[in-house]
T-cell receptor
């Protein structure tokens, strides 16, 4: 199993450009999520999905868009990049249980994004 | 709003000693608490999960405690090794979201 893969590893954008960060997992996990990690801020949840066709907002969703058409893929779209979106982005996946039960999350290697 | 606090200062210990990291939280009633390890330039790696009705969990040299009255979790690494040097994150879970602390850096010197 490849686990959780993310592409690209590095990206530089100009302000106003749009792009899609790719995330894929081959573990048949229902739950997938996107976090951003900034120095001194820790990991913050952007969007998450509990299954194909279902997405919801996390703590910091503004400026980002997601969709989940398949179990495997969960792309993150930056609609109009801003310098404040310079960060390291991590995708994660996990199994889900009933009644809100939780399992370990598997993280991808991250995408380091710089917006100039 | 909910708040998770981990020691912002790095914890320096000698090899062979027990490292104890603290995670405190306020304005939150998590159903689960997890600990992750993160090495520079890498994604977090899951270590342990403890549920709200559990007091203690162990895995090899790792032990986590969860006190919902004190709103605190302690993470212990016994017989620490230089390879244990990393940043350790605690995360609180409820329903469909996890909220992470900022992490504590552990440095184990030979």
């Amino acid at each position: 199993n490849a686990g959780v893969t993310q592409t690209p590893k590095f990206q530089v954008l100009k302000t106003g450009q749009s792009m899609t960060l790719q995330c894929a997992q081959d573990m048949n996990h229902e739950y997938m999520s996107w976090y951003r990690q900034d120095p001194g801020m820790g990991l913050r949840l952007i969007h998450y999905s509990v299954g194909a066709g279902i997405t919801d907002q996390g703590e910091v969703p503004n400026g980002y868009n997601v969709s989940r058409s398949t179990t495997e893929d969960f792309p993150l779209r930056l609609l109009s990049a801003a310098p404040s979106q310079t960060s390291v982005y991590f995708c994660a996946s996990s199994l889900t249980g009933t009644s809100g039960s939780w399992y370990e999350q598997y993280f991808g290697p991250g995408t380091r994004l710089t917006v100039t | 709003s909910q708040k998770i606090e981990q020691n912002s200062e790095a914890l320096n210990i000698q090899e062979g000693k027990t490292a104890t990291l603290t995670c405190n939280y306020t304005n939150y009633s998590p159903a689960y608490l997890q600990w992750y390890r993160q090495d520079p330039g890498r994604g977090p790696v899951f270590l342990l999960l403890i549920r709200e009705n559990e007091k203690e969990k162990r895995k090899e040299r790792l032990k986590v405690t969860f006190d919902t009255t004190l709103k605190q979790s302690l993470f212990h690494i016994t017989a620490s090794q230089p390879a244990d040097s990393a940043t350790y994150l605690c995360a609180l879970g409820k329903y469909s979201t996890l909220t992470f602390g900022k992490g504590t850096m552990l440095l184990v010197s030979p």
